[in-house]
């Protein structure tokens, strides 16, 4: 126990100091956009994770806790009802009070306290507050994820193209032959077998029966998806669920989120400034609806979960993740059964993102994590070039909803065997 304690103490600096050397070099101004309600301020999203350690174990186990300042439990609640009434997700971009500066000793005060704790727990009492600490990182390196999101997102809307980190242009190669692999299916286990951390809904661990599949062997890139733009994808009808085309024609779809014309030439908006389009890059930032579209185009389809989950169960979790420092898929390949399985690209399935038989969620308000999102979302597979590499599993189910595309989605087709 005690190793297990140093080892969550040395991961409990590293993670929430990263988040903080993310955002190192952004200015005062940066902290506080919010460019629409699905969004969030830089400035929320330190705060917020602060508040889950606090919340979640400081006010139960550290005898006599003071908070920093009370009124933060309901200005950076994000959707815990059971705790209390969160402050609107719109109107995060309006709290100005407390200041970065604020914010940053408002996780200094947070962090000595955790620490403190975790120095002198014992026994039972340890084990729990070693298990909600463990979530709590992950909770975290989840919010360093959308940080960079929604960095993106807000510095999108500025004309000036603003680089959140800048980088020389990415080396490109050619993108290998699309190939599909052939799965011979059958009775298969999927989801996390309880070893090591997931979250409540990556389980249990069970059975599924999949029908003889092919999937491709990397996914869809730039200049694939050019094709379907120019072969008047988006506006022919048939390619697309009803949902989907309705979603084209009210809010104007011609192309990838962040893609920009200039001079006959695509472009891409990136945490790097505006770069010119590597056609051979995973495609990137398109919805389910998107994607959905393109495989019908294609004459083909998104696989499900379960199809991905079992088709890399033995690929190695490697690849560029946010640890690279790039924050954008790259046009590396390394010419293996399935490229870029991890990394680069969220990718998304044609599942809806519902539980698995006798899934049971966390007791109390961690309860409300993960289950109650469980309807109207698709699952996306594989994590991106903004995720990190710790946080990264073969079971993890991400979700969102199918026209959302601010995320780092993309997707690889599939097929019948």
Request: aromatic residues 16%; proline residues 5%.
């Amino acid at each position: 126990m005690e190793t297990t304690l140093r080892e969550m103490t040395q991961a409990y600096k590293e993670i929430r100091g990263h988040t903080e050397k993310l955002v190192s070099n952004l200015n005062t101004e940066d902290f506080m956009v919010q460019a629409a309600a699905h969004v969030s301020p830089t400035k929320w999203h330190l705060a917020h994770t602060t508040w889950f350690f606090e919340k979640f174990i400081l006010e139960t186990y550290q005898s006599g806790y003071q908070h920093f300042n009370n009124e933060f439990n309901y200005l950076f609640n994000s959707y815990y009802e059971t705790v209390g009434e969160p402050y609107p997700q719109s109107q995060r971009g309006a709290i100005t009070r407390p200041t970065v500066a604020e914010t940053l000793n408002y996780r200094k005060y947070v962090d000595e306290q955790l620490l403190e704790l975790l120095e002198k727990m014992e026994g039972k009492e340890a084990e729990k507050i070693k298990q909600l600490v463990e979530i709590g990182l992950h909770h975290e390196q989840q919010h360093q994820e959308l940080i960079l999101m929604d960095i993106k997102y807000n510095f999108s809307f500025n004309p000036l193209y603003p680089a959140f980190q800048e980088r020389e242009d990415q080396p490109s190669s050619q993108a290998p032959e699309l190939r599909f692999q052939d799965i011979e299916g059958g009775l298969v286990e999927v989801g996390h077998d309880g070893n090591g951390f997931a979250f409540d809904n990556e389980g249990p661990r069970h059975k599924t029966y999949l029908e003889p599949y092919r999937l491709a062997n990397r996914p869809v890139t730039n200049g694939e998806f050019l094709e379907f733009i120019n072969d008047n994808g988006y506006q022919t009808s048939q390619y697309w669920l009803s949902d989907g085309w309705q979603k084209v024609n009210e809010e104007k779809w011609s192309h990838p989120q962040y893609w920009v014309k200039q001079g006959g030439e695509w472009y891409i908006f990136t945490l790097a400034g505006l770069k010119k389009l590597d056609l051979h890059a995973p495609v990137v930032h398109v919805s389910f609806y998107e994607a959905d579209a393109y495989a019908r185009w294609a004459g083909k389809r998104l696989p499900t979960e379960q199809e991905w989950e079992y088709a890399m169960e033995d690929q190695a979790i490697e690849g560029n993740f946010m640890e690279n420092g790039s924050y954008h898929p790259n046009a590396y390949y390394n010419g293996g059964m399935f490229d870029k399985a991890f990394g680069e690209t969220w990718e998304w399935t044609q599942s809806p993102y519902v539980p698995y038989p006798r899934n049971k969620p966390l007791d109390g308000s961690l309860g409300e994590y993960n289950a109650k999102f469980m309807a109207n979302q698709i699952v996306l597979k594989g994590g991106s070039c903004v995720t990190p590499r710790s946080h990264t599993r073969l079971t993890y189910r991400n979700f969102f909803y199918p026209d959302m595309k601010w995320q780092f989605s993309g997707f690889r087709l599939a097929d019948n065997g």
